[in-house]
């Protein structure tokens, strides 16, 4: 059996703190959780944590880096496609499945989760501002900018079906992953109706 090298434990050790602050921001919400809290649920000293992350911010960054990358990638894309019905839809399926996160993973729906409830604690926060200018950009995607005004409030209304697919919905039938389908189904119907 070979020993873990420094590097691996010190990554291990940023992805246990990242998963424990995850857990304790969706239990009692960012404001309330501190890093000694999240110390404690580790089982470690603060030191400790503080060692990889100086503030709860930070933490909280590094859980959004993989998300926002991958919002980044799917306005890439779709800024490099014609406007049309078919970008649209595209869109919406990649997203969903960003939001669906890698199988059997509950990271990405927790973040989502934590997100959709914490807008109030989290807006000021650099963090915040930035998820909210991907999905400002995303949404800006899925209509014309001439559109009447509710194509534009449909277009928003589809993300958020895509992101309570993700996270909610838990005492309907079904899998997450026939739920999370559902909701791109509710969504491509908000989003691309009439056309």
Aim: net charge negative.
């Amino acid at each position: 059996m070979t020993t873990p090298s420094v590097d691996e434990r010190r990554t291990n050790t940023r992805e246990q703190i990242r998963a424990i602050a995850l857990e304790l921001f969706a239990e009692q919400g960012y404001e309330k959780t501190s890093l000694r809290e999240i110390a404690e649920r580790l089982g470690v000293t603060k030191a400790a944590v503080y060692y990889h992350y100086r503030t709860k911010e930070e933490i909280l960054a590094s859980l959004l880096d993989e998300h926002v990358a991958g919002m980044d990638a799917i306005i890439e894309w779709a800024e490099a496609q014609p406007a049309g019905l078919a970008t649209r839809r595209e869109l919406l399926r990649r997203y969903s499945e960003l939001l669906a996160g890698p199988s059997g993973s509950e990271d990405v729906p927790h973040l989502i989760r934590f997100l959709q409830e914490s807008q109030t604690s989290i807006k000021e926060l650099n963090s915040g501002a930035e998820m909210r200018k991907r999905f400002e950009r995303v949404a800006a995607l899925l209509v014309d900018r001439d559109a009447p005004l509710a194509d534009q409030l449909r277009s928003r209304l589809s993300l958020a079906a895509l992101h309570f697919g993700a996270f909610a919905f838990d005492q309907l039938p079904g899998t997450r992953r026939e739920r999370i389908d559902a909701a791109l189904e509710v969504s491509l119907e908000l989003c691309c109706r009439g056309e």
